[in-house]
């Protein structure tokens, strides 16, 4: 079984702060593949990242950064500089392989983290 | 590409009441998928169709809920009759056949806000 465990419920900084979400996953699968999403107040869910098994290169995306580390079960997201239009849900799923099988490309999520930026 | 469609993106109904969802996915893609998030807790998955066929439907959770796919297209997910605990986000997303060594990737659609009162 798939499991995806956010800590964190809400997190809440003030503009400028750095801040980092955690997230910790657990699976069988050798081959899998680990997203994050944004649901801002408007509802939609914004596709962030994805990071396959084999990859564990972090990456920066601006002000997102994210930190792989298979040996620990971990994909942790830091946004540096917080701004107030970070405010909303995040989410870290996780994908079993793709291909023609029961749980082919169904993403298990985390509870999320609630982050409010204050001003 | 259009993107992934539902409809509607809202819905208020009281409980009893019956709510159809429908979710268009982007043409071409087999894998469409229902996921709902209901108050504060994760996004759930609730069913995979590949083409018109259930692949997977173990995240159902109760007879009420009907999904379907006629033809392969467009989903409908019908519930009925609504409870008060039906309330929460219902996204659809899709992705295309998987190839091998290629990543398929899932859309997700911008979801439909239910509300039984």
């Known amino acids: 079984a798939q499991k995806v465990t956010q800590a964190q419920t809400e997190i809440s900084v003030v503009e400028k702060e750095d801040v980092t979400l955690d997230c910790v996953y657990e699976t069988r699968d050798t081959t899998y593949y680990l997203f994050w999403y944004k649901q801002p107040p408007s509802g939609e869910l914004v596709f962030l990242i994805r990071?396959?098994?084999?990859?564990?290169q972090n990456e920066i995306s601006g002000r997102y950064s994210w930190n792989f580390q298979k040996s620990t079960s971990s994909f942790n997201f830091t946004i540096t500089a917080s701004q107030v239009v970070d405010s909303a849900v995040y989410f870290c799923a996780l994908s079993g392989p793709q291909g023609h099988n029961t749980n082919a490309g169904k993403s298990t999520f985390g509870d999320g983290t609630t982050l409010t930026v204050k001003p | 590409e259009a993107g992934v469609t539902q409809f509607p993106s809202h819905s208020v109904i009281e409980k009893g009441q019956t709510v159809t969802l429908r979710c268009d996915p982007i043409?071409?893609?087999?894998?469409l998928y229902w996921y709902r998030r209901v108050m504060g807790k994760e996004i759930k998955f609730l069913l995979h169709?590949?083409?018109?066929?259930?692949?997977?439907e173990s995240g159902m959770p109760n007879n009420r809920f009907l999904a379907e796919r006629t033809g392969g297209t467009y989903s409908t997910l019908k519930v009925q009759p609504a409870e008060l605990e039906d309330s929460g986000v219902y996204f659809c997303?899709?992705?295309?056949?998987?190839?091998?060594?290629?990543?398929?990737?899932?859309?997700f659609g911008p979801g439909t806000r239910l509300t039984v009162l």
């Open positions: 990071r396959n098994s084999f990859d564990e």
């Open positions: 169709f590949v083409k018109e066929s259930k692949q997977d």
């Open positions: 997303a899709s992705s295309r056949s998987p190839f091998s060594g290629v990543y398929n990737e899932q859309f």
């Open positions: 043409s071409g893609h087999d894998n």
